[in-house]
């Protein structure tokens, strides 16, 4: 008998603020969960007006609910390991109040502790039923997150599927688009050969006109006076020669080709510092601009021709004698696309 009132005053099968805060954990992570499902579907109705931006989220939204579902299943967890706890205090009840049973014929005590300890059994069993109750609304919300991340991931290799698709495409079209910019390339090196050959057979082998690499090589010499930029006659004369092969070569050449003569100017390294030229980058785009506007006089269609100046700063010769000054005072031609 004093052993039962120790019991009694101990208490020990008082589980109801456990229960509590169970429950209060509970029904946070449920608010929890239908918050973050308000807001995946919310996400999910944007529309994904990019393939990268699309597949950045979609792994995004995946890392997200693969998250969360290792967090449900870490609760779930605890909750069954709380519920084991609560059946294995009504196991110890139950084998209580079967104890204290079987003494009532000897106290009356006895008979009062069984029956408290059978009203606290029902009690019990009554939170175990909402506890599994609970459980099982956590399952169906977490196969609903379950079958959410499944549609994802099916839209996912849905997207990836896409995009390899276009990549191909985009990859077939690159190298069509590769071959016929070589075509082309090599259409125009052939009506370039030409022009140049056609040059060679005017201009003759003259040592102040070369051909360097793809381009028609003239010193300045031949079309101005030093500091200048106004043609000479000997000038215009050469560039009538050049005109006429120009316009002929342009009869032959497709109109789709996007082909310009661009007329270069070059000066040596001795800086030029004149009324008319301040330096010699102006000087060079002057005298490139010369001959353009001449050709163009003659009949050589405008947007066909590209003036540029480039001073002195793409010499032929990188030494300071003479020689290389004038090596480096040139006009250059080169037929080239546009």
Do not use: C
């Amino acid at each position: 008998m004093a052993l039962a009132r120790a019991r009694r005053n101990d208490g020990p099968f008082n589980y109801w603020p456990g229960f509590v805060d169970a429950l209060s954990t509970l029904v946070l992570s449920i608010v929890f969960l239908l918050s973050v499902f308000l807001v995946v579907q919310f996400f999910l109705s944007q529309e994904v007006t990019g393939k990268d931006k699309a597949l950045d989220e979609l792994n995004a939204r995946i890392a997200q609910l693969t998250e969360m579902l290792s967090l449900e299943k870490l609760g779930k967890a605890s909750l069954d390991a709380e519920l084991a706890q609560v059946k294995a205090g009504l196991a110890a009840a139950e084998s209580e109040r079967k104890a204290l049973s079987g003494g009532l014929a000897a106290s009356s005590d006895a008979q009062g502790k069984a029956a408290e300890l059978g009203k606290a059994l029902d009690s019990e069993k009554a939170v175990s039923a909402r506890a599994l109750s609970q459980i099982e609304v956590l399952n169906q919300q977490i196969s609903a997150l379950r079958r959410q991340l499944a549609a994802l991931e099916d839209a996912l290799d849905a997207s990836e599927k896409r995009d390899k698709e276009s990549q191909t495409r985009i990859a077939d079209l690159g190298q069509r688009l590769n071959i016929a910019l070589a075509q082309r390339v090599q259409e125009l090196s052939r009506y370039r050969s030409e022009f140049f050959g056609r040059l060679r057979s005017i201009l003759g082998n003259r040592p102040d006109i070369r051909v360097v690499g793809d381009r028609f090589v003239f010193q300045s010499e031949v079309f101005f006076e030093t500091g200048q930029a106004t043609l000479l006659p000997e000038g215009r004369s050469e560039l009538d020669s050049v005109a006429s092969a120009l316009i002929e070569i342009n009869k032959k050449i497709p109109d789709d080709i996007p082909w310009v003569l661009r007329v270069d100017g070059h000066t040596d390294t001795r800086p030029v510092n004149t009324p008319a030229f301040k330096s010699n980058w102006e000087l060079s785009a002057a005298r490139a601009i010369s001959v353009v506007q001449y050709l163009i006089s003659l009949g050589v269609p405008a947007d066909r021709l590209a003036a540029a100046g480039f001073g002195e700063f793409q010499p032929l010769d990188s030494a300071t004698t003479e020689e290389a000054y004038q090596r480096n005072r040139r006009i250059e031609l080169k037929l080239t696309e546009r």
